[in-house]
């Protein structure tokens, strides 16, 4: 820090705070840490009794708190994002459409363990709203050394650590199995449940079939779906291990390749993900769907619709946080189910 005369701070930057006092009207920071003085601040920095003031000296080893948020922001923004514009050296990224928002975690580790620089994002591999806060930047100090900030560049590469997938138009078909919905012992309470999940997208139910138990014609139903243009077919029920449910059965006869049957999410154990040779995904969804508010389905479903492909390390990686704690009041996404 430097004592200046007022009327030689053009270009410099504040040390701290500037507040304004007019009686009955205001008190409030004119000019906040961190900014840089103009011409025109100087009568009113004058007119607020400040005729000397604290400020960093210049030096051309040294960013500006401003000039390295917006380096961390390049670091970050990527498509379908908005950026807010400096203010006390941060910066905040926004979501211009509804999507999947995903974040490579090991170089955001690898770039915020460097120190005196901070880039904080919401959980990825999350659905998000048009509007949305994605992520906030900033450096700590007012001032940081070019040679830090290079070297935050060369950790985080050349690809930007967040990236937000737009969920695509999807024709879905629903295969239903179980003998006891297929000859009217009970009602069928899994179509109304997907329906409903399904309409929270951009999607188009092509129909529902309803079939018993036999694997061979729930191959048939699901190929059915496939050859009308289905971008993805969800089948429900016949999912556990008992020798009527055939369902995983079938779905491997369609020819599609299993990522996964069983997930460490609870509800949603014994979910089944699979896709066919052209990349259409297959799910076998459990009975909890029908009844529990939120379970694995809710954790794949936006994945699936923004076609970013699920890996077996991706379904491994939901057990810490796989754990519904069925609250009172639901407020997933905002809260650590799939965290």
Known sequence: MRLIQTKDAV?????????????????????????????????????????????????????????????????????????????????ELTADCDGLFTVDEARLIAVNSLGEMMIATRHGNFPVKKGDKLAGTRVIPLVIEKEKMAKAQEVAGKEPLLALHPYRHKKVGIVTTGNEVFYGRIEDK????????????????????IMNDNPDKITAAIQEYLNQGAELVVCTGGMSVDPDDTTPTAI????????????????????????????????????????????????????????????????????????????????????????
């Open 252 to 339: 491997q006869n369609t020819g599609a390749s299993i990522v996964s049957y069983g997930a460490p999410v609870l509800p949603g154990a014994m979910f089944l993900l699979a896709y066919t040779p052209e990349g259409i995904p297959i799910m076998g969804l459990p009975g909890c769907v029908m009844y529990a508010r939120r379970t694995i389905f809710d954790l794949i479903l936006p994945r699936v619709l923004a076609d970013v492909p699920v890996t077996p390390e991706d379904l491994a990686r939901l057990g810490m946080g796989g754990l519904c704690l069925n609250c009172g009041t639901c407020i997933w996404p905002n809260c650590g189910f799939g965290k």
């Open 11 to 91: 270009g410099h930057v504040l040390c701290h705070d500037m507040t304004q006092i007019i009686p009955g009207k205001v008190k409030d920071a004119v000019f906040r840490k961190g900014h840089i003085v103009t011409e025109e601040d100087i009568p009113v920095l004058l007119s607020i009794g400040k005729d000397r003031l604290y400020v960093w000296e210049k030096d051309e080893n040294m960013f500006h708190e401003d000039e390295a948020a917006e380096i961390l922001r390049d670091m970050c923004i990527n498509e379908y994002m908005s950026a807010s514009t400096p203010k006390e050296g941060k910066i």
């Open 190 to 209: 899994f179509g109304p449940v997907i329906r409903q999940k399904l309409s929270e997208y951009d999607t188009e139910v092509l129909g529902q079939t």
